[in-house]
């Protein structure tokens, strides 16, 4: 019933575990191999324990089953190699056997196998015994393949008689080993300088030297050489002197030739795979330090590349800090440079008012004067002159009205210039910001060309707190522009008035507009849209900052071709005591 399950699930394709078959007889192995490929197994097979981990260097199985009774190389000496190869430790061995003695089952679990089967039982159990181990275990390398691959080991047999040696020497080649053979002590040390070998079979007497003392120049090249290799020192007689005297010599074992044949390849066996045991021990430790010095190199690697991302933040965040304090200090120092130039001119524009107020104060006293006295002449004379006189009388009389009003004028002129002259007040104060307006306008008339008419809109409520001469420079940049924008004949229109907690300042021109494309630039500094020369780029950035220092807002509406309208918006209250406290607190 098993093997019809199976049958049907290979046919439906579920099954494709690859099975390696080691079974020196040919007949056996084709029966094992046609009953397990009908239950949908892939199978490999081998007829040496050689040619299996041959096949095993290639390729792993997901299942061993290996003959007991193996030439070579025996079924349990493959299971104890296949065990000591860490791409291999897990692979799940399957031990077939014809004997039915109990100490044949117990070597082979022993030596490694998973699970035993004689060769008797019914293919079904066999199949049953194949699929739980299939259950149970997958291989799978940990390694890289190249560096655990399984070879055979290298022996180099030293006997001065031919016929043991070449007897020797058969028998180690039927067992799987690689074999070379010397003849003497001195060629065995030529050999075991030039090429490696895991394992040295010595004679206990050589005809150029003694057993012993070459065995200790075996050992000496061992450690000069750095080469790991076992050996078998092998002896007439197993007299305790001569083990003793071996042994010391740095034999790592001692056995007599009179023994079984047996006998010494299990010993030979048993020293190569301690010393394969060793070197695989040793090459696994060099693996995981390896590993594990990628592993602290890629995380040296990893925290040093955070380390330098980290910096490059950091960098990145300074650069952006300095860059802005830069931006700041420019800024800074562009409102103090204008500050000062309006600072200088303010305090130019009071001292031409000055001077120009001392003589008009006395033109016009004298006018008055002159004015008094002629009228009081005119009273007594007036009839008395002729027709002529009393013309020319009248022209001067014309004349003198003529200069009272230029005179005014002036006054008016001068008083305009002394409420701009407050430029360089850093006071913060409450100002009229109607005369506020009228003097930029003052100083702005010669700039108002032919066809630009100028309307005020001023609302009822005219005192307004503030820094009066910063505010006067954000009025006269906010005029100028408006100027700027009108080509041929427009209309500026002035309006103040009360907007919730703030007062408004609106300056509206029927100029070009401002393209959508640079509207949110006009306050950046130095961006200007006129001509190399005529304009700084500097008129709204101060604008804004001075607003921003009083703890309004200014805000520009415009439309290419319709003209700009821009607002500027003053708290009314509390910005005195604010200033105040800063004063305190600065």
């Known amino acids: 019933m098993i093997a019809e399950r199976h049958e049907a699930m290979a046919a439906e394709g579920e099954i494709r575990a690859r099975l390696l078959v080691v079974e020196d007889s040919e007949t056996q192995a084709l029966r094992l191999r046609h009953f397990l490929e009908e239950a949908g197994f892939h199978v490999d097979c081998a007829m040496t324990a050689g040619k299996a981990l041959e096949k095993i260097n290639k390729a ?9 009774h193996l030439p070579g190389i025996p079924g349990d000496e493959l299971c104890r190699r296949i065990r000591m190869n860490v791409n291999t430790r897990g692979l799940p061995i399957l031990m077939l056997t014809s004997e039915e003695a109990a100490q044949a089952e117990r070597q082979g679990l022993e030596s490694g196998a998973d699970d035993y089967v004689r060769k008797s039982e019914d293919d079904v159990i066999l199949l049953i015994r194949v699929e739980a181990l299939l259950r149970k275990s997958r ?41 070379e053979t010397a003849g003497a002590g001195a060629e065995a040390l030529e050999r075991l300088a ?31 050489l750095d080469r790991s290799f076992a050996i078998l020192m092998l002896t007439g ?11 010391a010599a740095g034999a790592d074992d001692v056995v007599g030739k009179s023994r079984d044949m047996e006998i010494i390849m299990a010993r030979l066996r048993a020293l190569i795979r301690r010393k394969l045991l060793y070197e695989e021990n040793q090459r696994i430790a060099r693996e995981f330090q390896e590993r594990e010095r990628a592993l602290l190199r890629a995380r040296a690697e990893k925290e040093a590349a955070e380390a330098r991302a980290a910096l490059a933040d950091q960098l990145a965040e300074a650069n952006r800090l300095l860059e802005a304090a830069n931006r700041e200090l420019r800024e800074t120092q562009v409102q103090l440079v204008q500050s000062a130039k309006m600072a200088s001119l303010g305090q130019l524009v009071a001292g031409v008012a000055h001077e120009i107020n001392n003589p008009l104060a006395f033109v016009m006293s004298h006018h008055a004067t002159v004015d008094t006295g002629l009228q009081a002449v005119l009273a007594d004379a007036e009839t008395k002159l002729s027709g002529s006189a009393g013309a020319r009388l009248e022209k001067i009389r014309q004349r003198l009205r003529d200069m009272r009003l230029g005179l005014d004028r002036i006054r008016d002129l001068i008083v305009k210039l002394r409420t701009f002259s407050r430029l360089d007040e850093g006071e913060f104060k409450h100002v009229d910001i109607v005369e506020c307006i009228e003097s930029v306008l003052t100083l702005l008339q010669h700039r108002l060309k032919e066809g630009i008419k100028v309307t005020k809109k001023y609302g009822d409520v005219k ?7 910063p505010l006067n420079q954000v009025i006269m940049n906010v005029l100028s522009n408006a100027i700027d924008a009108i080509e041929g004949e427009g209309e500026i229109v002035i309006s103040t008035g009360i907007a919730g907690p703030m007062f408004s300042i609106s300056i509206t021109d029927t100029g070009r507009g401002i393209p959508d494309a640079i509207r949110d630039r006009v306050f950046d500094p130095f961006f200007t849209t006129k001509a190399v020369g005529q304009g700084t780029g500097l008129g709204l950035s101060i604008s804004y900052g001075i607003v921003k220092k009083h703890g309004g807002e200014i805000e520009i509406r415009s439309e290419e071709g319709r003209g700009t309208k821009v607002i500027v918006r003053i708290p009314r209250e509390q910005i005195a005591g604010r200033d105040t406290a800063e004063s305190r607190a600065g």
């Open 139 to 179: 291989v799978q390398a940990v390694f890289d393949v190249e560096q655990a691959r399984f070879t055979a080991a290298r022996i180099l047999v030293v006997e001065d008689s031919a016929t043991y040696r070449a007897l020797i020497a058969r028998e180690l080649s039927r067992a799987g080993f690689q074999v």
């Open 60 to 68: 792993l199985p997901d299942l061993l089953i290996t003959d007991y």
């Open 194 to 224: 030039l090429e490696n070998f895991d394992g040295v079979v010595l004679d206990m007497i050589l005809p150029d030297m003694d057993g012993a003392d070459i065995c200790r120049r075996f050992v000496a090249a061992r450690r000069t």
């Open 463 to 469: 005192i307004v707190p503030c820094y009066p001469g």
């Open 237 to 247: 007689e197993e007299r305790n002197t001569e083990v003793n005297a071996a042994l």
